[in-house]
Protein backbone atom coordinates (compact mmCIF):
# COMPACT_ATOMS: atom_id res chain seq x y z
CA UNK A 1 0.00 0.00 0.00
CA UNK A 2 1.11 3.46 -0.96
CA UNK A 3 1.81 6.17 1.24
CA UNK A 4 -1.18 8.09 2.46
CA UNK A 5 -1.26 11.54 0.59
CA UNK A 6 -1.19 14.71 2.47
CA UNK A 7 -4.57 16.77 2.52
CA UNK A 8 -4.50 20.32 2.85
CA UNK A 9 -7.61 22.92 3.22
CA UNK A 10 -9.33 24.37 0.80
CA UNK A 11 -10.53 27.70 1.30
CA UNK A 12 -13.53 29.69 -0.60
CA UNK A 13 -14.20 32.93 0.24
CA UNK A 14 -12.56 33.11 3.35
CA UNK A 15 -13.47 29.69 5.05
CA UNK A 16 -11.39 26.96 5.46
CA UNK A 17 -12.93 22.95 4.13
CA UNK A 18 -11.25 20.19 5.48
CA UNK A 19 -10.58 17.38 7.67
CA UNK A 20 -10.28 19.84 10.87
CA UNK A 21 -13.27 22.04 9.79
CA UNK A 22 -16.92 21.84 9.94
CA UNK A 23 -18.69 20.34 6.81
CA UNK A 24 -19.35 22.83 4.01
CA UNK A 25 -22.94 22.21 3.15
CA UNK A 26 -23.73 23.60 -0.54
CA UNK A 27 -27.66 24.47 -1.38
CA UNK A 28 -27.63 22.96 -5.46
CA UNK A 29 -29.96 25.14 -7.19
CA UNK A 30 -29.87 23.52 -10.80
CA UNK A 31 -33.42 24.23 -12.47
CA UNK A 32 -35.40 24.75 -9.57
CA UNK A 33 -35.88 28.08 -9.87
CA UNK A 34 -38.39 26.91 -12.15
CA UNK A 35 -37.82 29.81 -14.82
CA UNK A 36 -38.82 32.29 -12.57
CA UNK A 37 -36.51 34.79 -10.80
CA UNK A 38 -38.35 35.58 -8.03
CA UNK A 39 -38.52 32.39 -7.13
CA UNK A 40 -34.46 31.34 -7.49
CA UNK A 41 -34.45 34.96 -4.89
CA UNK A 42 -36.34 32.51 -2.51
CA UNK A 43 -34.61 30.17 -3.40
CA UNK A 44 -31.31 31.80 -2.12
CA UNK A 45 -33.38 33.09 0.96
CA UNK A 46 -34.45 29.45 1.94
CA UNK A 47 -30.61 27.93 1.89
CA UNK A 48 -29.30 31.21 3.94
CA UNK A 49 -32.10 30.28 6.32
CA UNK A 50 -30.91 26.94 6.48
CA UNK A 51 -27.38 27.61 7.32
CA UNK A 52 -26.24 26.59 4.12
CA UNK A 53 -22.88 27.89 3.09
CA UNK A 54 -23.09 28.64 -0.60
CA UNK A 55 -25.49 27.93 -3.20
CA UNK A 56 -24.40 26.41 -6.19
CA UNK A 57 -25.49 27.69 -9.78
CA UNK A 58 -25.55 25.86 -13.24
CA UNK A 59 -23.69 28.02 -16.00
CA UNK A 60 -24.99 26.79 -19.50
CA UNK A 61 -27.64 27.09 -21.98
CA UNK A 62 -29.47 25.16 -24.49
CA UNK A 63 -27.30 25.85 -27.18
CA UNK A 64 -23.84 25.57 -25.15
CA UNK A 65 -24.67 22.00 -24.24
CA UNK A 66 -26.38 20.31 -27.17
CA UNK A 67 -27.64 20.99 -30.59
CA UNK A 68 -31.30 21.18 -31.30
CA UNK A 69 -31.92 18.12 -32.59
CA UNK A 70 -34.65 14.96 -32.69
CA UNK A 71 -32.38 12.07 -33.34
CA UNK A 72 -32.55 9.63 -31.55
CA UNK A 73 -29.52 9.71 -29.83
CA UNK A 74 -30.58 13.43 -29.24
CA UNK A 75 -33.88 12.08 -26.66
CA UNK A 76 -33.73 10.44 -23.08
CA UNK A 77 -34.73 6.47 -22.60
CA UNK A 78 -35.67 5.86 -19.33
CA UNK A 79 -35.39 7.37 -15.81
CA UNK A 80 -36.85 10.52 -14.38
CA UNK A 81 -36.57 12.07 -17.88
CA UNK A 82 -37.75 9.52 -20.13
CA UNK A 83 -38.20 10.94 -23.48
CA UNK A 84 -37.55 14.55 -23.05
CA UNK A 85 -35.37 15.65 -25.63
CA UNK A 86 -31.99 17.41 -24.27
CA UNK A 87 -32.41 20.72 -26.02
CA UNK A 88 -35.39 21.12 -24.43
CA UNK A 89 -34.59 20.01 -20.85
CA UNK A 90 -31.75 21.83 -21.03
CA UNK A 91 -33.66 25.10 -22.45
CA UNK A 92 -36.25 24.43 -19.33
CA UNK A 93 -33.55 23.84 -16.68
CA UNK A 94 -30.89 26.83 -17.61
CA UNK A 95 -29.87 29.76 -15.35
CA UNK A 96 -30.42 32.77 -17.67
CA UNK A 97 -27.36 34.41 -17.59
CA UNK A 98 -28.37 37.79 -17.21
CA UNK A 99 -29.66 35.99 -13.37
CA UNK A 100 -26.34 35.40 -12.73
CA UNK A 101 -25.50 38.79 -11.39
CA UNK A 102 -28.34 39.70 -9.38
CA UNK A 103 -27.95 35.98 -7.60
CA UNK A 104 -24.17 37.18 -6.75
CA UNK A 105 -25.37 40.38 -5.67
CA UNK A 106 -28.10 38.72 -3.44
CA UNK A 107 -26.05 35.89 -2.20
CA UNK A 108 -23.85 38.67 -1.22
CA UNK A 109 -26.61 40.33 0.75
CA UNK A 110 -27.80 37.48 2.74
CA UNK A 111 -23.57 35.98 3.27
CA UNK A 112 -24.23 32.93 1.27
CA UNK A 113 -21.54 32.21 -0.87
CA UNK A 114 -22.62 31.63 -4.40
CA UNK A 115 -20.60 29.44 -6.99
CA UNK A 116 -21.16 27.40 -10.03
CA UNK A 117 -20.51 24.98 -12.28
CA UNK A 118 -19.49 26.53 -16.26
CA UNK A 119 -19.97 23.71 -18.69
CA UNK A 120 -18.16 25.69 -21.41
CA UNK A 121 -15.24 28.88 -22.15
CA UNK A 122 -18.05 31.12 -22.36
CA UNK A 123 -19.80 29.98 -19.20
CA UNK A 124 -16.60 30.53 -17.48
CA UNK A 125 -15.68 34.14 -19.19
CA UNK A 126 -19.14 35.44 -17.48
CA UNK A 127 -18.77 33.50 -13.87
CA UNK A 128 -14.82 34.89 -14.18
CA UNK A 129 -16.37 38.25 -15.01
CA UNK A 130 -18.27 38.27 -11.67
CA UNK A 131 -15.33 37.00 -9.59
CA UNK A 132 -16.94 33.59 -8.89
CA UNK A 133 -14.94 32.51 -5.60
CA UNK A 134 -14.69 28.71 -7.05
CA UNK A 135 -15.82 26.67 -9.85
CA UNK A 136 -17.31 23.17 -9.67
CA UNK A 137 -16.23 20.64 -12.79
CA UNK A 138 -20.05 18.39 -12.98
CA UNK A 139 -20.15 15.11 -13.08
CA UNK A 140 -20.46 15.05 -17.04
CA UNK A 141 -17.57 17.31 -17.97
CA UNK A 142 -14.83 14.86 -16.30
CA UNK A 143 -13.71 14.26 -18.96
CA UNK A 144 -13.79 17.39 -20.62
CA UNK A 145 -10.07 17.95 -19.96
CA UNK A 146 -9.71 21.39 -21.57
CA UNK A 147 -12.68 22.80 -19.56
CA UNK A 148 -10.95 21.43 -16.37
CA UNK A 149 -8.03 23.19 -17.58
CA UNK A 150 -9.32 26.63 -17.98
CA UNK A 151 -10.83 26.31 -15.14
CA UNK A 152 -7.94 25.22 -13.03
CA UNK A 153 -6.07 28.33 -15.35
CA UNK A 154 -7.88 30.79 -12.67
CA UNK A 155 -6.13 29.49 -9.61
CA UNK A 156 -9.68 29.40 -7.89
CA UNK A 157 -10.97 26.23 -6.09
CA UNK A 158 -11.51 23.35 -7.70
CA UNK A 159 -14.98 21.22 -6.88
CA UNK A 160 -14.69 18.00 -8.79
CA UNK A 161 -17.75 15.44 -8.86
CA UNK A 162 -16.97 12.20 -10.18
CA UNK A 163 -20.08 10.62 -11.70
CA UNK A 164 -19.92 8.19 -13.75
CA UNK A 165 -15.95 8.74 -13.90
CA UNK A 166 -13.54 5.63 -13.40
CA UNK A 167 -10.58 5.88 -10.97
CA UNK A 168 -8.64 6.22 -14.07
CA UNK A 169 -10.33 8.96 -15.50
CA UNK A 170 -10.39 10.67 -12.38
CA UNK A 171 -6.85 10.14 -12.08
CA UNK A 172 -6.38 12.27 -15.63
CA UNK A 173 -8.99 14.89 -14.91
CA UNK A 174 -7.02 15.76 -11.38
CA UNK A 175 -3.93 15.57 -13.23
CA UNK A 176 -5.14 18.01 -15.65
CA UNK A 177 -6.10 20.17 -13.03
CA UNK A 178 -2.97 20.27 -11.09
CA UNK A 179 -1.08 20.14 -14.27
CA UNK A 180 -2.98 23.46 -15.22
CA UNK A 181 -2.07 25.67 -11.65
CA UNK A 182 -4.97 24.31 -9.17
CA UNK A 183 -3.86 24.00 -6.14
CA UNK A 184 -6.91 23.71 -3.82
CA UNK A 185 -8.99 20.25 -5.21
CA UNK A 186 -12.15 19.01 -3.32
CA UNK A 187 -13.33 15.69 -5.05
CA UNK A 188 -16.80 14.81 -4.58
CA UNK A 189 -17.91 10.92 -4.23
CA UNK A 190 -20.96 10.77 -6.72
CA UNK A 191 -23.68 8.25 -8.05
CA UNK A 192 -24.90 9.90 -11.65
CA UNK A 193 -28.62 8.68 -10.54
CA UNK A 194 -31.14 10.48 -10.66
CA UNK A 195 -32.20 9.63 -7.70
CA UNK A 196 -29.49 7.52 -6.45
CA UNK A 197 -30.62 4.55 -4.37
CA UNK A 198 -28.61 4.37 -0.72
CA UNK A 199 -27.39 0.98 -1.57
CA UNK A 200 -25.47 1.83 -5.00
CA UNK A 201 -24.00 5.38 -2.58
CA UNK A 202 -20.62 3.03 -1.63
CA UNK A 203 -19.77 5.92 0.42
CA UNK A 204 -16.16 3.74 1.67
CA UNK A 205 -15.25 4.99 -2.18
CA UNK A 206 -15.16 8.49 -0.92
CA UNK A 207 -12.03 8.20 2.04
CA UNK A 208 -10.47 6.21 -0.77
CA UNK A 209 -11.05 9.07 -3.38
CA UNK A 210 -9.33 11.45 -0.53
CA UNK A 211 -6.04 9.01 0.18
CA UNK A 212 -5.38 8.01 -3.94
CA UNK A 213 -5.40 11.51 -5.04
CA UNK A 214 -4.67 13.64 -1.97
CA UNK A 215 -7.53 15.89 -2.08
CA UNK A 216 -10.29 17.19 0.67
CA UNK A 217 -12.85 14.47 0.23
CA UNK A 218 -16.82 15.43 -0.09
CA UNK A 219 -20.32 14.13 -1.28
CA UNK A 220 -22.79 15.10 -4.51
CA UNK A 221 -25.63 13.31 -2.79
CA UNK A 222 -28.92 12.90 -5.53
CA UNK A 223 -30.36 10.27 -2.36
CA UNK A 224 -33.45 10.66 -0.77
CA UNK A 225 -33.45 12.05 2.22
CA UNK A 226 -30.11 13.53 4.50
CA UNK A 227 -29.21 10.21 5.91
CA UNK A 228 -27.03 9.45 3.14
CA UNK A 229 -24.78 12.89 3.62
CA UNK A 230 -25.09 12.67 7.38
CA UNK A 231 -23.46 8.95 7.08
CA UNK A 232 -20.70 10.66 4.39
CA UNK A 233 -19.77 13.32 7.03
CA UNK A 234 -18.83 10.39 9.81
CA UNK A 235 -16.43 8.44 6.98
CA UNK A 236 -14.77 12.05 6.46
CA UNK A 237 -16.69 14.60 3.99
CA UNK A 238 -15.76 17.52 4.61
CA UNK A 239 -18.15 19.01 1.75
CA UNK A 240 -21.89 18.21 1.31
CA UNK A 241 -23.55 19.13 -2.38
CA UNK A 242 -27.51 18.29 -2.36
CA UNK A 243 -29.95 19.68 -4.41
CA UNK A 244 -32.51 21.68 -2.79
CA UNK A 245 -36.37 23.16 -4.00
CA UNK A 246 -38.90 25.20 -2.08
CA UNK A 247 -41.54 22.61 -2.92
CA UNK A 248 -41.34 19.26 -4.56
CA UNK A 249 -45.24 19.95 -5.60
CA UNK A 250 -44.21 22.64 -7.79
CA UNK A 251 -42.56 20.39 -9.93
CA UNK A 252 -39.32 21.34 -12.47
CA UNK A 253 -36.45 18.97 -13.50
CA UNK A 254 -34.83 18.61 -10.25
CA UNK A 255 -37.45 18.40 -7.63
CA UNK A 256 -38.18 14.72 -7.21
CA UNK A 257 -34.32 14.38 -5.60
CA UNK A 258 -34.68 17.85 -4.11
CA UNK A 259 -34.99 18.30 -0.57
CA UNK A 260 -37.43 21.42 0.86
CA UNK A 261 -36.11 24.07 3.02
CA UNK A 262 -36.70 22.30 6.43
CA UNK A 263 -35.37 19.51 5.19
CA UNK A 264 -32.35 21.47 4.09
CA UNK A 265 -32.13 22.80 7.56
CA UNK A 266 -31.84 19.04 9.06
CA UNK A 267 -29.14 18.20 6.70
CA UNK A 268 -27.15 20.81 7.84
CA UNK A 269 -27.85 20.91 11.29
CA UNK A 270 -26.99 16.83 11.12
CA UNK A 271 -23.73 17.31 9.53
CA UNK A 272 -22.94 19.69 12.26
CA UNK A 273 -23.89 17.46 14.85
CA UNK A 274 -22.21 14.37 12.81
CA UNK A 275 -19.14 16.58 12.90
CA UNK A 276 -18.82 16.86 16.64
CA UNK A 277 -19.25 13.71 17.25
CA UNK A 278 -16.41 12.34 15.83
CA UNK A 279 -14.30 14.56 18.20
CA UNK A 280 -10.63 12.71 18.54
CA UNK A 281 -9.94 9.39 20.23
CA UNK A 282 -10.21 9.89 23.96
CA UNK A 283 -11.03 7.48 26.78
CA UNK A 284 -10.78 10.34 29.85
CA UNK A 285 -14.19 10.50 31.57
CA UNK A 286 -15.95 13.36 29.16
CA UNK A 287 -18.03 16.23 30.52
CA UNK A 288 -21.53 14.70 29.93
CA UNK A 289 -20.29 12.31 32.21
CA UNK A 290 -19.33 14.26 35.55
CA UNK A 291 -20.98 12.96 38.27
CA UNK A 292 -21.85 9.89 37.09
CA UNK A 293 -18.97 7.68 38.00
CA UNK A 294 -20.87 7.58 41.70
CA UNK A 295 -23.51 4.96 39.73
CA UNK A 296 -20.50 2.57 38.99
CA UNK A 297 -20.73 -0.45 41.24
CA UNK A 298 -18.22 -0.64 44.30
CA UNK A 299 -17.64 -2.76 47.64
CA UNK A 300 -20.29 -1.89 50.32
CA UNK A 301 -21.08 -3.69 53.80
CA UNK A 302 -24.54 -5.20 52.94
CA UNK A 303 -24.80 -6.00 57.41
CA UNK A 304 -23.45 -4.83 60.34
CA UNK A 305 -19.61 -6.12 60.88
CA UNK A 306 -18.15 -6.16 63.88
CA UNK A 307 -14.44 -5.87 64.72
CA UNK A 308 -12.31 -9.16 63.94
CA UNK A 309 -15.23 -10.23 61.98
CA UNK A 310 -14.97 -12.18 58.64
CA UNK A 311 -16.30 -10.59 55.66
CA UNK A 312 -18.33 -12.83 53.38
CA UNK A 313 -20.57 -12.24 50.63
CA UNK A 314 -23.27 -12.20 53.59
CA UNK A 315 -22.14 -8.84 54.50
CA UNK A 316 -19.79 -7.84 51.57
CA UNK A 317 -21.28 -7.28 48.31
CA UNK A 318 -20.90 -4.98 44.84
CA UNK A 319 -23.32 -2.69 44.51
CA UNK A 320 -24.36 0.68 43.46
CA UNK A 321 -22.89 3.57 43.99
CA UNK A 322 -19.46 3.78 43.36
CA UNK A 323 -18.00 5.20 46.83
CA UNK A 324 -16.17 2.21 47.82
CA UNK A 325 -13.58 0.26 46.42
CA UNK A 326 -13.90 -1.37 42.71
CA UNK A 327 -15.76 -4.75 42.24
CA UNK A 328 -12.30 -6.47 41.08
CA UNK A 329 -11.04 -6.43 44.77
CA UNK A 330 -13.79 -8.51 45.79
CA UNK A 331 -12.12 -11.92 45.85
CA UNK A 332 -8.69 -10.60 47.78
CA UNK A 333 -11.31 -9.18 50.51
CA UNK A 334 -13.53 -11.67 50.90
CA UNK A 335 -12.08 -14.05 53.94
CA UNK A 336 -10.44 -11.01 55.69
CA UNK A 337 -11.32 -9.84 58.68
CA UNK A 338 -12.37 -6.49 59.18
CA UNK A 339 -9.90 -4.15 61.25
CA UNK A 340 -13.31 -2.04 63.07
CA UNK A 341 -16.41 -1.81 63.30
CA UNK A 342 -19.16 -0.73 60.02
CA UNK A 343 -22.36 -0.38 59.65
CA UNK A 344 -24.72 -1.68 56.73
CA UNK A 345 -24.36 1.01 53.94
CA UNK A 346 -20.98 1.74 54.32
CA UNK A 347 -18.76 1.71 51.15
CA UNK A 348 -15.71 -0.77 52.04
CA UNK A 349 -12.18 0.71 52.00
CA UNK A 350 -8.35 -0.49 52.88
CA UNK A 351 -8.28 0.86 55.82
CA UNK A 352 -11.47 -1.40 56.67
CA UNK A 353 -9.37 -4.36 56.47
CA UNK A 354 -6.78 -6.38 58.36
CA UNK A 355 -3.97 -6.55 56.61
CA UNK A 356 -2.77 -9.99 57.09
CA UNK A 357 -6.03 -10.76 58.76
CA UNK A 358 -6.73 -14.00 56.44
CA UNK A 359 -9.07 -16.94 57.79
CA UNK A 360 -7.18 -19.75 58.57
Request: hydrophobic share 40%; charged share 25%.
Amino acid sequence: MGARLKIDDVTIAGRPIGPGHPPYVVAEMSGNHNGDLGRAMALMEAAAEAGAAAVKLQTYTADTITIDHDGPEFVIKGGLWDGRRLYDLYDEAHTPWDWHGPLFEKGRDLGVVVFSSPFDPTALNLLEGLDAPAYKIASFEMIDLPLIEQCAATGKPLVMSTGLANKKEIGEAIAAARGAGAEELIVLHCVSGYPTQARDANLHTMPDLAESFGAVPGLSDHTHGIAVSIAAVALGACFIEKHFTLRRADGGPDSAFSLEPEELKELVDGCHTAWEALGRVHYDPKGSEQGNETFRRSLYAVADVGVGDVLTPDNIRSIRPGLGLPPKHLPEVLGCRASRAFKRGEPLAWDMIESDGTES
